[in-house]
């Protein structure tokens, strides 16, 4: 199973164990508000998974930051989306100054290594200080619920005070998830995994993973209810789609009529363009046709992923209808069918008649794109780019 698959029939139910309290586990995220628990367990797996699983050797509060972060970078930072407005662990990311080279936005950075390096490489001090304090404490409360019946949860950090030497003293007894390398809550630096909870992480990791990215994603639909495909945006893609067969639909097409760059007014060599997603594909995360528009390369590395400027949408429009004229000549009839079918469903076009009318399929994509426009705006995408020889 991939670790980033999400789908709610895989994850509904945690393999039972009589070794471990899988009980606690999925209690894990109960009455959650921020974004800490969701991404200290995923870091934690993570880590372990890196190790192997092996139990013996504490992982630093630091190490699990850095992850933290590190997780957290690509759906904030790369994907733009909402944690909440009080949420700490986007604040302290927009914080750092952080140098990400293209490996990185290329999904080419696998394990994550360089973008923990450029994380690591930045001083940490008030990051680590802030959410040391609560979460891997918090985290581990489940585990010790009967320990912990008399302690105060409100304010201060009574709960966080007691639960090391807890998790210390019934660390063989009731098995936490993991104890402390420190009775005392001001000096612990690390976690030490329990070697029961460290052979059903191994045993389970895809489903305990794809349980946890589950819960994370139901979080982060409600804080971005409008986004679209939150699910592709919570992770590393693992690679970028192939656009072959975009690139083949508009090559057929260039290569029946001249058409010029929307952005350059250049016309454009059927054997030398680029594909611009003009939403862009990092706050899309697809490739559909109706979405794809041939560029000079130049000039599409320019655009990167700005939102392109109001002034281009009428010709962006006039060149696509151009495209579905030439591929219904060209192709048969059941490849063109399979062709549009994005364009029928995507934007809301009940005929072909429509489809093929300049003046409706504009109007369709007034009212899918501008709105999108709208929310990726406010999203932090920067708006109104123009290309500039």
């Known amino acids: 199973m991939d670790d980033n698959r999400l789908s709610s029939g895989a994850v509904s139910q945690l393999p039972d164990s009589s070794k471990v309290n899988v009980a606690a586990l999925s209690r894990l995220f109960a009455d959650t508000t921020n974004s800490y628990k969701y991404l200290f367990f995923l870091s934690l797996l993570d880590i372990m998974k890196r190790r192997r699983f092996e139990a013996t050797e504490p992982i630093s509060f630091q190490d699990l930051i850095v992850e933290m972060l590190a997780n957290a970078w690509f759906p904030h930072t790369f994907f733009k ?80 005070v007691a639960i090391p030497a807890i998790a210390n003293r019934c660390f063989n007894s009731d098995k936490p998830l993991y104890r402390f390398d420190s009775e005392q809550h001001n000096r612990c630096q690390a976690v030490i995994i329990h070697p029961a909870w460290a052979s059903y992480l191994e045993q389970h990791h895809g489903i305990v993973r794809g349980w946890a990215a589950w819960e994370w994603l139901t979080y982060m639909q409600k804080r971005n209810p409008s986004t679209p495909a939150i699910a592709n945006k919570l992770f590393m893609p693992t690679r970028r789609d192939s656009l072959t067969k975009q690139t083949d639909y508009w090559k057929l097409v260039l290569r029946s009529q001249p058409l010029r760059c929307i952005y350059s007014q250049q016309v454009i060599d059927p054997n030398r363009f680029s594909l611009d997603h003009y939403l862009p594909w990092s706050f899309v995360a697809h490739d559909q046709l109706w979405n794809l528009v041939p560029t000079l390369p130049e000039v599409n590395s320019a655009k990167s992923n700005n939102l392109p400027s109001n002034e281009y949408f009428a010709q962006f429009v006039t060149v696509q209808h151009s495209g579905l004229l030439a591929t219904r000549k060209a192709l048969t009839a059941t490849k063109w069918e399979r062709q549009i079918e994005p364009f029928i469903c995507d934007l809301g076009i009940s005929t072909v008649d429509d489809l093929l009318d300049v003046q409706r399929l504009g109007n369709a994509y007034g009212q899918v794109v501008k709105p999108l426009v709208s929310l990726a705006t406010n999203q932090g995408f920067s708006v109104g780019w123009r290309y500039q020889v």
């Open 81 to 160: 989306l909402s944690f909440g407005t009080q949420d700490k662990v986007a604040q302290k990311l927009d914080a750092l100054e952080l140098t990400i080279t293209e490996p990185i936005t290329r999904f080419r950075d696998t394990d994550k290594t360089l973008l923990r390096g450029a994380i690591a490489a930045q001083d940490l001090r008030d990051v680590v200080s802030h959410l040391r304090r609560y979460v891997p404490f918090r985290l581990v409360a489940p585990f010790l619920e009967d320990q912990l019946a008399g302690v105060s949860r409100g304010k201060g950090n009574q709960l966080e």
